[in-house]
Each structure stands twice: as C-alpha cells, then as structure tokens.
C-alpha cells in the first residue's frame, strides 16, 4: 500500500496566542492528500487542537514524560496531551537528547508511554557533524533507532523523523544521495525488527533545513515519507507549499 506523505510542524519553543493565526491560515489553505501534523508549544496544545478539530489538521506535542503522571515538576504526561486533544508526540528530537540528556532508554520509554495514551510517536533519530565526517552515519542512526523504538512499533503508532544535527536550523542539508542512503537504511533496519509488512507502512520523515524550494526534491527521494519542518512549519506562507510538496 503507498504510504500517505506527512508534513509535520515542529514549532520549537515559539508561537503566542496570536499565531493563531497562522494555524487558520495552515488549516484553511492545506487541501491535499498529506497528512498534516503540527507541534505547537505546550501551552498553544489544547487551543490549537479545538480549532483542528474536525479539520485534516492533527496536533502533537514536542514532548513527554514517560509516566502517566506524578511528582514531576514541569513534564507534561502522554496522557495530558491525549486530554488536551493532541494524537501526536516528537519524542527524542536532538534538542533534547542535546539540552536534557536524554538517552535513547529514555526515548524509548517516550514512545511507550505515548503509545500508552493511543498517540503516535513520532521518534528522532540523526548523526552529528562530527559524526558524519567520521563516516559514522549509519552507526549512529542505526543504534539510535534500535535503542529508541520499542518492539510493537507499526505503521499506526509510530512515525521516525531522520533529522541530522548539522542540518537543523542551519540552512544546509545533506545531498539527496545522502538521504536516500540512510533512509533505505532505515527501511532495511526496521523490516530486521519488525518484518517488512510493518516496516513498508511506518512513514520516514526528513528533517533538517526543509523549505518550501527543496522540499518537493527530498520528498522525492527513495524511502522519504515526508518531512518534520521547523522554522518554515511557523507562517503559513512557508508551510502550505511544503503541505502541497506532500501532497
Ligand atoms: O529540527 C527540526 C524539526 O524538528 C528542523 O528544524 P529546521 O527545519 O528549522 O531546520
């Protein structure tokens, strides 16, 4: 079965009530056959995903504590993203593995908890710099990907974003040479686990650098699903011809 491409936001640590805006104009202007997710701030969670209601547009979190609730000042659960009508969490991304130490046990336990809830996980995995001159790619993500997603993984909980370091936010991404050799070889990994009916179905997103100008080009690309979008996922006029790319 051809597996439907997926447009993903990730908004980081901005967006306001204001830009509410934009997700109307994101909601109103994606008319395709891509699976539109967007992952606004916490706080933007529940607002955002009343007005995606009933709309093609899903809503994720960025994050989530691996238990379902507790003492944990700050966390919000897999759980409360459930309740605050979201279907999607970004567990592992590398800003987090980076600025909060997180493991892939600790990715892992990320993609259980939001399976838990019934959301989908959608789970990061990429090389840094210095690992990519060390010829160290398919090493790196290899081990992330078999370290952070758990055994269960499907075509219907589960999404991997391969977003190399080096190319978040810093307007360079690999070749399209280079994409399809990992994401090939994460479609052969996967298929090891998990067999190849489930691998065929799970969605293998790119990320890093994504744009409206290149985004058609690497979705083109062998084994690509689709793409998780940072900066250009913020306004509308950035996002829609990368929903339409998908699409
Ligand atoms: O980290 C990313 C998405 O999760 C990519 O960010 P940019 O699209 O801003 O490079």
């Known amino acids: 079965m051809p597996r439907v491409k997926i447009a993903a936001g990730n908004w980081k640590m901005n967006g306001l009530g204001a830009s509410t805006a934009e997700l109307d104009a994101m909601i109103a202007?994606?008319?395709?056959?891509?699976?539109?997710?967007i992952c606004p701030p916490a706080t933007l969670l529940a607002s955002f995903a009343a007005r995606a209601a009933e709309t093609g547009v899903k809503i994720g979190a960025q994050d989530c504590h691996p238990a379902a609730s507790g003492a944990h000042?700050?966390?919000?659960?897999?759980?409360?993203?459930?309740d605050a009508g979201g279907s999607h969490v970004i567990v592992g991304h590398s800003e987090r593995r980076?600025?909060?130490?997180?493991?892939?046990?600790?990715v892992r336990a990320k993609a259980e908890a939001a399976w838990r809830a019934g959301l989908v996980a959608i789970i990061c995995v990429g090389e840094t710099e210095s690992q990519r001159d060390a010829g160290d790619t398919l090493g790196i993500v290899g081990r992330q990907l078999r370290g952070s997603v758990p055994a269960g993984a499907t075509a219907a909980n589960t999404v991997i974003a391969y977003e190399p370091v080096w190319a978040i936010g810093t307007g360079r991404t690999p070749t399209l040479a280079e994409i399809a050799e990992v994401h090939d070889f994460?479609?052969?990994?996967?298929?090891?686990?998990?067999?190849?009916?489930?691998?065929?179905?799970?969605?293998?997103?790119?990320?890093?650098?994504?744009?409206?100008?290149?985004?058609?080009?690497?979705?083109?690309?062998?084994?690509v699903d689709g793409g998780l979008v940072g900066g250009a996922s913020l306004k509308a006029s950035d996002f829609l011809?990368?929903?339409a790319a998908a699409s």
């Not at 000042?73 to 759980?79: F, H, P, V």
């Not at 980076?98 to 600790?106: G, I, K, L, W």
């Not at 994460?186 to 985004?215: H, Q």
């Open 241 to 243: 011809p990368i929903i």
């Open 98 to 106: 980076a600025d909060h130490a997180e493991d892939d046990a600790t």
């Open 73 to 82: 000042t700050g966390d919000i659960s897999a759980e409360m993203i459930g």
């Open 186 to 223: 994460m479609r052969a990994d996967l298929a090891n686990r998990f067999g190849t009916e489930a691998a065929d179905g799970i969605r293998l997103l790119y990320g890093g650098s994504v744009k409206p100008g290149n985004a058609a080009e690497i979705f083109a690309v062998s084994n």
């Open 29 to 37: 202007g994606a008319t395709g056959s891509a699976e539109v997710v």
